[in-house]
């Protein structure tokens, strides 16, 4: 069973920055494709970005290039969002999800294990 906990939720303004981060608390990622998602209130959860189980391969919603990139520690597997440029339309829950030895896919159903989430306020 693999537990994901994320951390660096909070409230920025346009224009700031913050990075989310996403661990296991019982074993490492490092054999996992992870994927970055995020839901806003009445909205259904949607693709951010994701990253191959290698770090090879890295994918992102077209919303998303440019002020967004998503990386990982292969020693120990923890993954990073680094967000950029944050607008107010980019404020939702944002989860993470782990999928064995997967490529990065921007699909929701094929992930095996998700977090619980982290909230990501940007005021305008």
């Known amino acids: 069973q693999v537990q994901l906990v994320e951390s660096g939720g909070g409230l920025v303004q346009a224009g700031g920055s913050l990075r989310l981060s996403c661990a296991s608390s019982?074993?490492?990622?490092?054999?996992?494709?992870m994927g970055w998602f995020r839901q806003a209130p009445g909205k259904e959860r949607e693709f951010v970005a994701a990253?191959?189980?290698?770090?090879?391969?890295?994918h992102y919603a077209d919303s998303e290039k440019g002020r967004f990139a998503i990386s990982r520690d292969n020693d120990e597997g923890p993954v990073s969002l680094q967000m950029n440029s944050l607008k107010p339309e980019d404020t939702a829950v944002y989860y993470c999800?782990?999928?064995?030895?997967?490529?990065?896919?921007?699909?929701?159903?094929?992930?095996?294990?998700w977090g619980q989430g982290t909230q990501v306020t940007v005021s305008s």
């Open positions: 999800a782990a999928q064995f030895l997967g490529s990065g896919s921007r699909y929701p159903h094929e992930y095996d294990y």
């Open positions: 019982r074993r490492t990622l490092s054999s996992y494709g």
């Open positions: 990253i191959s189980w290698n770090g090879g391969r890295t």
